[in-house]
């Protein structure tokens, strides 16, 4: 495992044991902001989570989980609530999408444990929020709140004061800003945010297994393509198929997993894939289609008592699955970066210092993968998948080594 770098204040900071506890806010009720509300009342912290939607719901679709992110879900005691849920792959694969030809397996199951101290999993979203929602509530139960949304803040001192749309004010010591990809607290704190269109559009979707004559495998497979590739995986215990598909494509800019999409459409971008692929685009009850933004690393992500995490701090795209971890990775963080302090912001300055390098490298990263998997050609097919095959049969130790930085880093 890769070393990895405190976010504890300098020494001298923390004092006895405070009287009564310190109170955070956080705005959204999401992956990020449930993990963070999570780690802090581990710590000690009366949390408030603050929820815009009128109730938890069935939202999003598959996740993947790699080792960085099981690791510190087993440290906020969450992964012994998911076991139901998850699906373990058996290993990853690579499929050219026109015939389904595998080109490479590299098993998984058993070796994400051994190399990088964590499991490599794939849940829905719904049931994460769900399982994270739990282990909060019982530590604090009346923390999570639904239909409020928080609109701005100002600060008063060692205060912040959190504004909610309909007039309603709160008083905290610390505001978590997990509102997300389009955050209103982001707005305040480092004004307009500036993104650029990727030049390519992501479809997602769920479809359950008994509805299929040409499965899927049971692997996190990818599955190769002229300017498009897809992925899938199995969520709900195996039980479900997920579908992500990214496709070059101009004219599309509505940014937000939850835009609807027509199937048509999504038949037509993949037109030519494999059964399996096809099949899932033809039997899914809705689909999604979103732009993918690209957005610079931020300067900071604090503004004394307030804090930006996940989507709200580092939008990620999807092309290494790092979106929902990288926010599990800033919960365990912040909580570790509060431990005993008392002055906040400089434990938020060393928080950010913390987390800045390691998201910004994801995030590059996943930029650069997004398109490796875009060529429908023969010739460069062999040309880029030819040596992966090779790599994979002969050296399957090496091509592991390549995410150690990835899977072996983060908080724990």
């Known amino acids: 495992m890769s070393p990895t770098v405190s976010a504890r204040p300098v020494e001298g900071q923390a004092k006895a044991a405070r009287s009564t506890p310190r109170h955070v806010v956080v705005a959204g009720g999401g992956i990020g902001g449930l993990a963070a509300g999570l780690a802090l009342a581990r710590g000690g912290w009366r949390v408030t989570v603050l929820e ?8 999003g679709a598959g996740v993947q989980i790699s080792p960085n992110g099981t690791r510190c879900l087993e440290a906020l005691g969450v992964m012994e609530r998911l076991e139901g849920a998850l699906f373990e792959p058996q290993s990853i694969e690579l499929r050219l999408g026109h015939s389904g030809r595998r080109m490479f397996s590299l098993p ?6 051994e190399r990088w101290g964590g499991r490599y999993v794939h849940i829905h ?37 959190v504004i909610l749309d309909d007039g309603e004010e709160l008083t905290c010591d610390l505001l978590v800003g997990a509102d997300g990809v389009h955050s209103r607290l982001r707005g305040q704190m480092l004004g307009g ?16 297994v008994d509805r299929f004559t040409s499965l899927p495998p049971p692997t996190a497979c990818i599955w190769t393509g002229h300017g498009r590739h897809a992925v899938t995986t199995r969520i709900r215990g195996g039980s479900v198929v997920n579908f992500v598909g990214i496709v070059e494509e101009d004219g599309w800019e509505a940014e937000g997993w939850n835009q609807t999409g027509e199937r048509a459409d999504a038949l037509a971008a993949f037109d030519g894939f494999a059964a399996p692929v096809r099949e899932v685009l033809e039997q899914c009850d809705s689909l999604n289609r979103w732009a993918l933004l690209g957005r610079p690393p931020l300067p900071r992500w604090s503004d004394g008592q307030v804090v930006l995490v996940g989507d709200a701090a580092h939008p990620m795209l999807p092309s290494l699955a790092q979106g929902a971890v990288q926010a599990i990775e800033d919960a ?16 938020l300055n060393a928080f950010y210092k913390c987390r800045i ?45 390549r995410n150690d930085w990835l899977f072996g880093g983060g908080p724990l």
């Open 52 to 59: 815009q939607a009128a109730m938890f719901g069935e939202v």
């Open 108 to 113: 998984l199951r058993e070796k994400a444990m």
């Open 125 to 161: 979203r719904a049931d994460l929020a769900e399982g994270l929602k739990d282990a909060l509530e019982a530590i604090a139960p009346d923390a999570l709140t639904y239909g409020k949304t928080v609109t701005e803040y100002r600060q008063e001192g060692a205060r912040a004061i």
């Open 193 to 208: 945010d500036p993104a650029t269109f990727t030049g390519m559009v992501a479809w997602r979707t769920t479809v359950p």
């Open 332 to 347: 365990v963080a912040l909580g570790e970066a509060l431990e005993g302090v008392e002055d906040v912001p400089a434990a």
């Open 357 to 401: 390098a390691r998201v910004t490298r994801v995030q590059k990263e996943s930029a650069k993968n997004a398109k490796m998997f875009h060529h429908g050609n023969p010739l460069m097919e062999a040309l880029v998948y030819g040596p992966m095959a090779l790599a994979t049969a002969f050296a399957p130790g090496f091509v592991r080594a």
